[in-house]
């Protein structure tokens, strides 16, 4: 039977795709829903058709699943930022739980290795430290805030986000005042005219510290303009709508005159207060500035990076090299129970921030590197490798040298792409006891599981975490270790 556009259709939901629509068969056709989950019984109209597949748009429920919910807000459906809040949070994990171990034994041909189920949150709303809110112009002129619907730039009016902090809306309702107040046109993309594109506000979840950065079109703003903000939004601190102890310590300003989704620019101004906040994961305290990588859900990266601990099973004496480290995050978690830690982040101002990181923490035997990690770590291999067999230099230098070139542990937290092969290939030929990968992408986690397999390391555990609920997002840690050559 074939399928057209306009086509409607009843069927059950019996899967997630890897964008959170829910997938269904009508006699052998597969068609992708967005907001279906598994169990649903839909009506759906068919929006696309192809030879083998199409996409379609729910049309009615007819019969809920067992672990369909009401979203907590309003706009989940039209945003898109929460693909599956439709979904209780119970089968919310068990998706990602599926998702990790189908990933792993499907594209990366993995098998033997210790599964554990995902560790959750206590409260899965109200835990990312950083939003950032487009602003613009609604239909009828007014000024709007919020996020982006689903695979457009169309801005949905929403201040009051339910996984960010719950002093956003008040922040973004004083920001708007100020706007209408004084004039103050938001940025329009089709003309690139207009001076505010975007409202970055950071919290400190250990701290109560915020930073509330405005992104501009432009490269200065008026002093009025500057007193004007500042005396608004100083005064939020004291706002009786705030029922917390959160208090605004940081106003900046960050240039982006640029005609590119790149939300902030490479400059910043501090307005008022300090050009950064401060927060910890564990016991290791960090600066954060607007351009600051840092883990947006700081409750469950202290699990993530706990368990990352665990499975590097340090002593106090290893070598440990950690790649795409960013603002020394795990660098700085892991230096207090190793001998040496080096750090390698493709970002100079993330490495100006790991070597501040360790300063205002004391920490002294971690050291970082400017560059891709599949450029560094073979270039500094080589030269170690020259140091460590260099008859002129003392014992203690070339000692120190084979320590480095030959680490106990590696620990990898790439970007969504995985790693480069060039440098697994180069992380194979340090020859690591162990491995601990930290992956936001269980497909290229299972790529480069496999490419590893190769080379003789063995993936033993896997450890799923949710650092972001509600989407389709996970993270994972996986531990892999060096087989031994088999004694005849």
């Known amino acids: 039977m074939s399928f057209k556009k306009d086509d409607k259709v009843t069927f059950v939901i019996e899967d997630i795709g890897t964008g959170g629509e829910g997938i269904g068969k009508v ?6 829903v967005k907001d279906a989950i598994i169990g649903d019984k839909i009506e759906a109209k068919i929006i696309k058709a192809k030879k083998n597949y199409g996409y379609a748009r729910l049309e009615k429920i007819i019969e809920a699943s067992s672990d369909r919910v009401t979203p907590a807000c309003p706009v989940a459906r039209q945003c898109g930022g929460c693909q599956i809040q439709q979904m209780s949070y119970q089968a919310q994990l068990r998706f990602k739980e599926k998702l990790v171990d189908d990933n792993l034994k499907r594209i990366g041909k993995i098998e033997g290795y210790e599964f554990f189920p995902a560790i959750g949150m206590e409260e899965p709303f109200r835990y990312r430290n950083k939003a950032q809110y ?18 457009t730039h169309s801005i949905i009016s929403c201040t009051d986000c339910k996984i960010g902090a719950v002093e956003n809306q008040y922040i973004l309702a004083v920001i708007k005042s100020w706007m209408e107040f004084n004039g103050v046109a938001p940025y329009d993309e089709q003309t690139g005219r207009g001076l505010v594109r975007h409202v970055l506000i950071r919290t400190g979840f250990h701290t109560d510290e915020i930073m509330v950065c405005l992104v501009i079109n432009g490269t200065k703003m008026s002093d009025k303009l500057k007193e004007s903000l500042v005396g608004r939004l100083t005064e939020v601190s ?8 959160k208090c605004i310590r940081s106003i900046m300003l960050n240039f982006n005159t640029e005609n590119t989704n790149v939300i902030l620019g490479r400059q910043c101004e501090t307005l008022w207060g300090k050009s950064y906040i401060e927060d910890y994961i564990g016991d290791i305290k960090y600066q954060i500035s607007p351009l600051s990588f840092f883990q947006v859900n700081p409750r469950q990266t202290e699990k993530l990076y706990g368990k990352a601990l665990e499975y590097a ?18 660098s700085l978690f892991l230096a207090k ?7 390698v982040e493709i970002v100079p101002q993330a490495i100006e921030d790991a070597k501040n990181n360790a300063a205002i923490n004391g920490i002294d035997n971690a050291e970082f590197f400017v560059g891709k990690a599949e450029e560094v770590v073979p270039h500094f291999y080589e030269e170690m490798a020259r140091l460590a067999a260099d008859t002129s230099a003392t014992e203690a230098q070339r ?3 084979r320590k480095s070139i030959t680490p106990d542990v590696v620990v990898v937290d790439p970007p969504r792409k995985g790693c480069d092969e060039s440098l697994l290939d180069t992380i194979v030929k340090m020859s690591p006891k162990r491995i601990v990968y930290v992956s936001c992408d269980s497909a290229t986690l299972a790529r480069d599981l496999g490419l590893l397999a190769a080379k003789g390391y063995k993936t033993v555990k896997v450890q799923p975490v949710d650092q972001f609920s509600h989407t389709v997002h996970v993270e994972s840690v996986a531990l892999i270790l060096k087989e031994q050559p088999a004694i005849d």
């Open 238 to 245: 004291l706002d009786s709508d705030i029922s917390t102890d």
């Open 313 to 330: 099973s340090l002593t106090g004496n290893e070598t440990v090299w950690d790649l795409y480290c960013g603002i020394g995050t795990i």
């Open 134 to 151: 487009p602003v613009g112009t609604a239909k009828d002129g007014s000024i709007v805030m919020g996020f982006y619907a689903g695979r």
């Open 337 to 343: 129970n190793a001998r040496k830690v080096y750090g």
């Open 399 to 401: 000692e120190e040298a």
């Open 27 to 32: 006699d052998g056709y597969t068609l992708f």
